[in-house]
């Protein structure tokens, strides 16, 4: 994977070059530059139509790699989100927590399983132990409260043994 990585990247650099080199040539900065390449190329029009293709080809290649990437980026963090369920994004809870205070009751259901899937808890429909929740959860995330200890798990007693 890292040897595709690496290859993209010196492609996109060796590409951004090429549009360097092209713009200098195409502005004509007075160097001369310009009458010989477009003679080595087969004429002015050739050359254009070659910056052109290349600006193209690149934009394209550009879409393409930030495609791949926000696809294996979308792969990587649905992976997360099973591999930690508890794992939330604050932000759309919250969100379809002020959206349960509408009235159509299609929608509240709609809401009300979205919620219960990303946080994997149920607790109705009233958008009011929802907000205890997340802020509950914001508490304990930032810091500010302490998160409450395993009721089962008992604390050892002095001299007794890990085993």
Known sequence: MKTIRALSIAARNL???????MLVLVLDPGWGFYEAISKAAGGSEVL???????????????????AVT?????ALAKALL???????????IRILIRALETANQEVVDKIHHELVRLS?????????????????????SSGRIQEPENPSASPKVDGEKDR
């Open 15 to 21: 590409w951004l070059l090429a549009l360097v080199v």
């Open 48 to 66: 254009l139509r070659g910056a052109i293709a290349l600006t193209l080809v690149g934009i394209l290649g550009e879409h393409l790699l930030g």
């Open 70 to 74: 926000r696809r294996r980026q979308g």
């Open 82 to 92: 099973r591999l930690q369920p508890g794992l939330q994004h604050i932000g759309a």
């Open 120 to 140: 994997g808890k149920d607790l109705g429909r009233d958008p009011g132990p929802w907000l205890q929740w997340i802020q509950r959860l914001e508490e304990i």
